[in-house]
Protein backbone atom coordinates (compact mmCIF):
# COMPACT_ATOMS: atom_id res chain seq x y z
CA UNK A 1 0.00 0.00 0.00
CA UNK A 2 1.28 3.12 -0.86
CA UNK A 3 1.05 6.34 1.44
CA UNK A 4 1.33 8.87 -1.36
CA UNK A 5 -2.13 10.43 -0.51
CA UNK A 6 -2.62 9.97 3.26
CA UNK A 7 0.79 11.61 4.11
CA UNK A 8 2.04 14.90 2.67
CA UNK A 9 5.72 14.95 3.22
CA UNK A 10 8.17 18.29 1.87
CA UNK A 11 10.97 19.34 3.21
CA UNK A 12 14.09 22.24 2.56
CA UNK A 13 17.73 22.53 3.52
CA UNK A 14 20.17 25.57 3.27
CA UNK A 15 23.66 26.32 3.86
CA UNK A 16 22.14 29.62 6.02
CA UNK A 17 23.96 32.86 6.60
CA UNK A 18 27.65 32.31 7.24
CA UNK A 19 28.33 28.85 5.81
CA UNK A 20 29.66 28.66 2.55
CA UNK A 21 28.29 24.34 1.98
CA UNK A 22 25.39 22.18 3.54
CA UNK A 23 26.71 19.63 5.35
CA UNK A 24 22.80 18.95 6.04
CA UNK A 25 21.21 16.46 3.99
CA UNK A 26 17.16 15.33 3.74
CA UNK A 27 15.42 12.87 2.12
CA UNK A 28 12.25 11.05 1.54
CA UNK A 29 9.76 8.57 0.28
CA UNK A 30 6.44 9.27 -0.01
CA UNK A 31 5.43 5.97 -1.20
CA UNK A 32 6.76 4.20 2.02
CA UNK A 33 5.62 7.31 4.14
CA UNK A 34 9.86 7.65 5.15
CA UNK A 35 11.18 10.80 6.25
CA UNK A 36 15.13 10.89 7.15
CA UNK A 37 17.57 13.84 8.18
CA UNK A 38 20.80 14.10 8.72
CA UNK A 39 23.64 16.75 10.13
CA UNK A 40 26.71 15.85 9.26
CA UNK A 41 30.20 16.80 10.97
CA UNK A 42 33.62 15.97 10.32
CA UNK A 43 36.44 18.03 8.65
CA UNK A 44 36.91 18.60 4.56
CA UNK A 45 33.99 17.49 2.76
CA UNK A 46 33.49 14.84 5.67
CA UNK A 47 30.51 16.04 6.85
CA UNK A 48 28.57 16.36 3.70
CA UNK A 49 29.84 13.13 3.01
CA UNK A 50 28.20 11.04 6.36
CA UNK A 51 25.56 12.72 6.37
CA UNK A 52 24.29 12.11 2.55
CA UNK A 53 25.63 8.52 3.20
CA UNK A 54 23.50 8.00 5.95
CA UNK A 55 20.20 9.11 4.22
CA UNK A 56 20.71 7.07 1.14
CA UNK A 57 21.74 3.99 2.51
CA UNK A 58 18.89 3.90 5.14
CA UNK A 59 16.04 4.87 2.50
CA UNK A 60 17.80 2.26 0.37
CA UNK A 61 18.05 -0.64 3.13
CA UNK A 62 14.02 0.54 4.27
CA UNK A 63 12.71 0.52 0.72
CA UNK A 64 14.20 -3.28 0.45
CA UNK A 65 13.55 -4.11 4.21
CA UNK A 66 10.07 -2.60 4.75
CA UNK A 67 8.21 -4.72 2.05
CA UNK A 68 9.18 -7.84 4.00
CA UNK A 69 7.10 -7.48 6.72
CA UNK A 70 4.29 -8.50 7.85
CA UNK A 71 2.87 -5.27 9.83
CA UNK A 72 1.05 -5.52 12.80
CA UNK A 73 3.43 -7.94 14.35
CA UNK A 74 5.92 -7.10 17.22
CA UNK A 75 9.98 -8.31 18.01
CA UNK A 76 9.31 -10.81 20.86
CA UNK A 77 12.64 -9.62 22.17
CA UNK A 78 12.38 -5.62 22.20
CA UNK A 79 8.76 -5.48 22.41
CA UNK A 80 8.99 -3.13 19.15
CA UNK A 81 6.85 -3.15 15.94
CA UNK A 82 9.12 -4.69 12.95
CA UNK A 83 9.16 -1.22 11.39
CA UNK A 84 10.52 -0.02 14.10
CA UNK A 85 13.54 -2.72 14.06
CA UNK A 86 13.78 -2.29 10.65
CA UNK A 87 14.36 1.34 10.95
CA UNK A 88 16.62 0.56 13.88
CA UNK A 89 18.60 -1.60 11.68
CA UNK A 90 19.07 0.49 8.70
CA UNK A 91 20.79 3.34 10.94
CA UNK A 92 22.86 0.69 12.26
CA UNK A 93 24.07 -0.36 8.53
CA UNK A 94 24.45 3.40 7.92
CA UNK A 95 26.53 3.34 10.62
CA UNK A 96 28.69 0.33 9.08
CA UNK A 97 28.88 2.02 5.96
CA UNK A 98 30.48 5.74 7.22
CA UNK A 99 32.61 4.16 10.02
CA UNK A 100 34.23 1.87 7.19
CA UNK A 101 34.63 4.84 3.97
CA UNK A 102 35.94 6.93 7.01
CA UNK A 103 38.43 3.63 7.71
CA UNK A 104 39.66 3.35 4.19
CA UNK A 105 39.79 7.23 3.66
CA UNK A 106 42.19 9.71 5.58
CA UNK A 107 40.20 12.75 4.71
CA UNK A 108 36.94 11.88 5.83
CA UNK A 109 38.63 10.33 9.33
CA UNK A 110 36.76 11.02 11.99
CA UNK A 111 33.23 12.01 10.07
CA UNK A 112 30.17 11.08 11.22
CA UNK A 113 26.40 12.15 11.49
CA UNK A 114 23.33 12.89 13.45
CA UNK A 115 20.14 10.93 12.35
CA UNK A 116 16.56 11.60 12.68
CA UNK A 117 14.00 9.00 11.25
CA UNK A 118 10.32 9.13 10.78
CA UNK A 119 8.14 6.46 9.50
CA UNK A 120 4.19 6.06 8.66
CA UNK A 121 2.71 2.39 8.87
CA UNK A 122 -0.90 1.27 10.08
CA UNK A 123 -1.81 4.98 12.08
CA UNK A 124 1.32 4.31 13.54
CA UNK A 125 4.83 6.19 13.82
CA UNK A 126 8.80 5.20 14.62
CA UNK A 127 10.48 7.34 15.40
CA UNK A 128 14.37 6.55 15.36
CA UNK A 129 17.10 9.55 16.51
CA UNK A 130 20.87 9.76 17.39
CA UNK A 131 22.43 13.12 18.21
CA UNK A 132 20.79 16.32 18.50
CA UNK A 133 18.56 16.70 15.22
CA UNK A 134 14.89 16.94 16.39
CA UNK A 135 11.70 15.59 15.89
CA UNK A 136 8.66 17.82 16.76
CA UNK A 137 4.91 17.14 16.31
CA UNK A 138 1.75 19.93 16.03
CA UNK A 139 -1.47 18.32 17.70
CA UNK A 140 -4.74 20.22 18.27
CA UNK A 141 -2.14 23.41 17.34
CA UNK A 142 0.56 22.45 20.11
CA UNK A 143 3.98 21.64 19.84
CA UNK A 144 5.64 18.90 21.44
CA UNK A 145 9.60 17.68 21.17
CA UNK A 146 9.09 14.04 20.60
CA UNK A 147 13.27 13.32 20.85
CA UNK A 148 15.83 14.00 23.30
CA UNK A 149 18.94 15.61 22.04
CA UNK A 150 21.97 13.46 22.66
CA UNK A 151 24.52 16.51 23.68
CA UNK A 152 25.86 16.65 26.67
CA UNK A 153 24.34 20.07 27.45
CA UNK A 154 20.74 17.59 27.79
CA UNK A 155 23.05 15.37 29.96
CA UNK A 156 23.43 18.28 32.54
CA UNK A 157 19.75 19.31 32.19
CA UNK A 158 19.11 15.70 33.25
CA UNK A 159 21.31 16.27 35.85
CA UNK A 160 20.23 19.25 37.58
CA UNK A 161 23.23 21.27 36.55
CA UNK A 162 21.27 23.41 34.40
CA UNK A 163 17.75 24.45 33.74
CA UNK A 164 16.58 24.38 30.26
CA UNK A 165 16.41 28.09 30.52
CA UNK A 166 20.60 28.38 31.42
CA UNK A 167 21.02 25.51 29.17
CA UNK A 168 19.60 27.49 26.01
CA UNK A 169 22.16 30.23 26.73
CA UNK A 170 25.16 27.73 27.40
CA UNK A 171 27.73 28.06 24.57
CA UNK A 172 29.07 24.82 23.80
CA UNK A 173 25.41 23.27 23.43
CA UNK A 174 26.10 21.22 20.28
CA UNK A 175 28.77 18.78 21.65
CA UNK A 176 27.00 15.45 20.71
CA UNK A 177 27.34 12.80 22.69
CA UNK A 178 26.05 10.24 20.18
CA UNK A 179 26.62 9.95 16.42
CA UNK A 180 26.24 7.90 12.90
CA UNK A 181 29.71 6.42 12.10
CA UNK A 182 32.23 7.61 14.59
CA UNK A 183 32.57 4.35 16.04
CA UNK A 184 31.96 0.49 14.73
CA UNK A 185 28.86 0.48 16.74
CA UNK A 186 25.98 3.18 17.82
CA UNK A 187 23.13 3.38 19.97
CA UNK A 188 19.76 4.33 18.30
CA UNK A 189 16.90 6.15 20.48
CA UNK A 190 13.08 4.71 19.31
CA UNK A 191 10.06 5.88 20.05
CA UNK A 192 6.28 4.53 18.71
CA UNK A 193 2.88 6.41 19.27
CA UNK A 194 -0.20 6.61 17.20
CA UNK A 195 -0.20 9.28 14.56
CA UNK A 196 -3.60 10.97 14.06
CA UNK A 197 -5.62 12.78 11.29
CA UNK A 198 -4.26 16.55 11.02
CA UNK A 199 -1.21 15.63 12.50
CA UNK A 200 2.18 17.69 11.68
CA UNK A 201 5.79 16.85 12.16
CA UNK A 202 8.89 18.36 11.40
CA UNK A 203 12.01 16.85 11.64
CA UNK A 204 15.06 19.75 12.19
CA UNK A 205 18.94 20.17 12.23
CA UNK A 206 19.65 22.24 15.10
CA UNK A 207 20.83 25.02 13.09
CA UNK A 208 16.69 25.55 13.12
CA UNK A 209 15.80 24.99 17.01
CA UNK A 210 19.32 26.79 18.22
CA UNK A 211 18.66 30.26 15.93
CA UNK A 212 14.49 30.27 17.09
CA UNK A 213 12.58 29.35 19.80
CA UNK A 214 10.25 26.54 20.36
CA UNK A 215 7.17 29.54 20.36
CA UNK A 216 8.30 30.81 17.15
CA UNK A 217 8.29 27.20 15.27
CA UNK A 218 5.14 26.43 16.36
CA UNK A 219 3.83 30.07 15.23
CA UNK A 220 5.43 29.11 12.05
CA UNK A 221 4.07 25.80 11.54
CA UNK A 222 0.28 26.76 13.31
CA UNK A 223 0.14 30.26 10.66
CA UNK A 224 0.60 28.29 7.46
CA UNK A 225 -0.50 24.95 8.20
CA UNK A 226 -2.13 24.92 5.14
CA UNK A 227 0.68 24.68 3.02
CA UNK A 228 3.53 22.91 4.27
CA UNK A 229 5.81 24.10 1.69
CA UNK A 230 5.02 27.42 3.47
CA UNK A 231 5.86 25.95 6.38
CA UNK A 232 9.36 25.13 5.25
CA UNK A 233 9.95 27.86 3.98
CA UNK A 234 9.06 29.83 6.56
CA UNK A 235 10.90 28.08 9.40
CA UNK A 236 13.95 28.16 7.28
CA UNK A 237 13.71 32.06 6.47
CA UNK A 238 13.02 32.68 10.17
CA UNK A 239 16.01 30.60 11.56
CA UNK A 240 18.19 33.04 9.02
CA UNK A 241 16.83 36.17 10.10
CA UNK A 242 17.76 35.28 13.57
CA UNK A 243 21.19 34.41 12.63
CA UNK A 244 21.74 31.61 10.40
CA UNK A 245 24.74 30.70 11.78
CA UNK A 246 24.54 26.92 10.82
CA UNK A 247 23.00 24.93 8.15
CA UNK A 248 19.45 24.60 8.85
CA UNK A 249 17.00 21.96 7.36
CA UNK A 250 13.17 21.37 7.82
CA UNK A 251 11.55 18.33 6.55
CA UNK A 252 7.61 18.15 7.34
CA UNK A 253 4.87 15.29 7.31
CA UNK A 254 1.11 15.85 7.48
CA UNK A 255 -1.20 13.06 8.02
CA UNK A 256 -4.08 13.76 5.17
CA UNK A 257 -6.28 10.58 5.72
CA UNK A 258 -6.49 7.47 8.07
CA UNK A 259 -3.73 4.95 6.57
CA UNK A 260 -4.66 1.47 8.31
CA UNK A 261 -2.84 -1.40 6.42
CA UNK A 262 -5.81 -3.46 6.11
CA UNK A 263 -8.14 -1.22 7.00
CA UNK A 264 -11.52 -2.27 8.10
CA UNK A 265 -14.49 -2.48 5.46
CA UNK A 266 -15.74 1.13 6.32
CA UNK A 267 -12.23 2.58 6.10
CA UNK A 268 -12.34 0.67 2.75
CA UNK A 269 -15.20 2.21 1.17
CA UNK A 270 -14.57 5.64 2.57
CA UNK A 271 -10.91 4.94 0.23
CA UNK A 272 -13.19 4.57 -2.60
CA UNK A 273 -14.97 7.34 -2.97
CA UNK A 274 -12.36 9.56 -1.88
MN1 LIG B 1 24.02 21.64 12.55
Redesign the pocket.
Known sequence: MSLKDKIHITGLTDSGVVRDHN??SISSNADLGLAVLA?G?GGHKGGEVASALAVDSILNSLSESLGQIKTGEIDDETGYSLESMAVEAAIKQANTVIYQAAQKNKQYEGMGT?IVVLLFYDNRITIAHVG??RLYRVRDNKLELMTRDHTLLQELVDRGFYTPEEAQKSLNK?LVTRAVGVSPTVDVDLTEDMAVVDDIYLLC???LN?MISDDLIEDCIINFKDNLDTVAAELITQAKQHGGK???SALLAKVIKPFPVNGNWLSRIFDLFS
Open positions: EDDMTDSNSDGDDNV
